[in-house]
């Protein structure tokens, strides 16, 4: 079985310029979560989302984020304009939900802002 | 909000040596606990996981018990070795049950020296 897939693993872009992120989960995981984790934290939830609802995006900075996920499979996280700040580790995780299987992380995408 | 509190790193222990990381949540209801491990260079894996109060969760010789009285999930370790070398994460899901938000602690970076 695959695991949760994520592309590009690494990015690089000047501020101001936007990027997105993919993600492609586990097949038959429902619960999709996007997480960003600065350098020696902890993973910060942005988004969840079950099927192809966003279930909870209260942590999401929507001034400047967006993330759609339209037919409840894959997802895209995109940053439009990017500043310097949101350089980190944007990790995709799925989990089949409702049921006691624990949460599978994708390798992340490490994104460096310049 | 739910919340997980670690002990803050870094750990530096020698090969075998016995470990613990403190981890403490603050949640609603009963939530499923987990620890998370991250090997230099890689993604989040899941270590070990319990889902009601006194259950043990163990892998790879590490062992975690879930404690409703104490809101705690102490990870421990008798004899590590320098593979063990790592960031750790204690992790809870949000509202209890297996679904919902999964919740990160900050992170307790091990190093073990030979």
């Known amino acids: 079985e695959a695991g949760v897939v994520q592309s590009p693993r690494y990015k690089i872009i000047e501020k101001k310029q936007p990027v997105a992120f993919w993600c492609n989960p586990i097949?038959?995981?429902?619960?999709l979560y996007w997480y960003r984790q600065n350098l020696g934290q902890g993973p910060e939830l942005l988004i969840r989302?079950?099927?192809?609802?966003?279930?909870?995006d209260s942590q999401l900075p929507k001034d400047r984020f967006s993330a759609e996920r339209l037919k409840g499979v894959d997802s895209t996280l995109k940053i439009q304009p990017a500043e310097l700040g949101d350089s980190a580790v944007y990790l995709c995780?799925?989990?089949?939900?409702?049921?006691?299987?624990?949460?599978?992380f994708g390798q992340g995408t490490r994104l460096t802002v310049v | 909000g739910d919340s997980v509190t670690q002990m803050e790193g870094p750990v530096t222990l020698s090969e075998e040596a016995f470990l613990t990381i403190n981890c403490t949540y603050t949640?609603?209801?009963?939530?499923?606990l987990f620890w998370y491990v991250q090997y230099p260079g890689e993604g989040l894996q899941l270590l070990l996981k319990?889902?009601?109060?006194?259950d043990k969760g163990s892998n790879k010789g590490f062992e975690a018990t879930y404690r409703k009285e104490t809101t705690s999930f102490h990870l421990e370790k008798g004899s590590v070795q320098v593979s063990d070398s790592a960031v750790y994460f204690c992790?809870?899901?949000?509202?209890?049950?297996?679904?919902?938000?999964?919740?990160f602690g900050k992170g307790t970076k091990l190093s073990v020296k030979p």
């Open positions: 995780a799925s989990i089949k939900a409702g049921t006691a299987t624990p949460a599978f």
């Open positions: 097949s038959g995981h429902n619960t």
């Open positions: 989302y079950e099927n192809e609802e966003a279930v909870d």
């Open positions: 949640a609603t209801g009963y939530p499923s």
């Open positions: 319990a889902t009601k109060a006194d």
């Open positions: 992790a809870l899901i949000e509202g209890g049950g297996s679904q919902g938000n999964l919740i």
